[in-house]
T-cell receptor, first 114, second 112 residues
Framework: DVKVTQSSRYLVKRTGEKVFLECVQD?????MFWYRQDPGLGLRLIYF???????EKGDIPEGYSVSREKKERFSLILESASTNQTSMYLC?????????????FGAGTRLSVL | DAKTTQPTSMDCAEGRAANLPCNHS???????VYWYRQIHSQGPQYIIH???NNETNEMASLIITEDRKSSTLILPHATLRDTAVYYC?????????????FGQGTELSVKP
């Protein structure tokens, strides 16, 4: 079974802190994604990556950055956390073999910024 | 991506089949139908996908009409653990994927 592991299920941070959300997948997938999910807004794509050291902006990249130094790991960084970044963050991965739309999601990290 | 329409909510008795419909009348010839579900407080989970033939796996069956304008996801023997929001997504198959657009979905409640 594909496993996508997010480092924390719940996280509480203060405004202005630098926050790291880590995601690791064990299926050698090329594609990795970071979404956030908010009530009434559905899932919105923040960043994605098709390969190591590659990254592409999604729909809402402002206030976020990402890092992909190894194929299995995709990190989301909040440079200076703000209260409007309180949300559920979801990491996903998929394979590059024509099945890019079959995305496997982690359990999510519920981040609260106070 | 083609737009999809799903009922907001449905109920199903435990042990019975749950039939979840999806309308995608503007689907293009090369677009697939994908189904995901999201159990409360968890990440979305891929269920099944298909192009035009009916598909079955260990989780569900997917029935696509001949004109491909609608489809039905069937959970043959629903259990309480199948209570979730079910999303129907239409996309061209591809290597890189890209963002999945989850609409409002259907909230399925399986009741004892």
């Amino acid at each position: 079974d594909v496993k996508v592991t997010q480092s924390s299920r719940y996280l509480v941070k203060r405004t202005g802190e630098k926050v790291f959300l880590e995601c690791v997948q064990d299926m050698d997938h090329e594609n990795m994604f970071w979404y956030r999910q908010d009530p009434g807004l559905g899932l919105r794509l923040i960043y994605f990556s098709y390969d190591v050291k590659m990254k592409e902006k999604g729909d809402i990249p402002e206030g976020y950055s990402v890092s992909r130094e190894k194929k299995e790991r995709f990190s989301l960084i909040l440079e200076s956390a703000s209260t409007n970044q309180t949300s559920m963050y979801l990491c996903a991965s998929s394979s590059y073999n024509g099945q890019g739309n079959i995305q496997y999601f982690g359990a999510g990290t519920r981040l609260s910024v106070l | 991506d083609a737009k999809t329409t799903q009922p907001t909510s449905m109920d199903c008795a435990e042990g019975r089949a749950a039939n979840l419909p999806c309308n995608h009348s503007t689907i293009s010839g090369n677009e697939y139908v994908y189904w995901y579900r999201q159990i409360h407080s968890q990440g979305p989970q891929y269920i099944i996908h298909g192009l035009k033939n009916n598909e079955t796996n260990e989780m569900a069956s997917l029935i696509i009409t001949e004109d491909r304008k609608s489809s039905t996801l069937i959970l043959p023997h629903a259990t309480l653990r199948d209570t979730a929001v079910y999303y129907c997504i239409v996309r061209v198959e591809g290597n890189q994927g890209g963002k999945l657009i989850f609409g409002q979905g259907t909230e399925l409640s399986v009741k004892p």
